[in-house]
């Protein structure tokens, strides 16, 4: 089941990567919705938000 816009098997993909890893793995795709980062934080160690942040301050939502 797809649970997020990006490609079917990324999620497993980065379950293996954060098994293997001996540092954080951090995700950032273009996160802007809550959705993908609940998905996210189930197969990462972080995730970055800062397109969401970015688009926001040009947009003069956050200050």
Do not use: W
Request: proline residues 3%; glycine residues 4%; aromatic residues 6%.
């Amino acid at each position: 089941m797809k649970e997020n816009q990006y490609r079917d098997d990324l999620n497993e993909y980065l379950q293996r990567l954060r098994a293997l890893s001996p540092v954080p793995v951090i995700t950032g795709f273009d996160v802007s919705i809550q959705e993908d980062i609940l998905c996210f934080n189930r197969v990462s160690d972080a995730v970055i938000m800062d397109s969401k942040i970015i688009k926001g301050l040009h947009e003069g939502a956050i200050e």
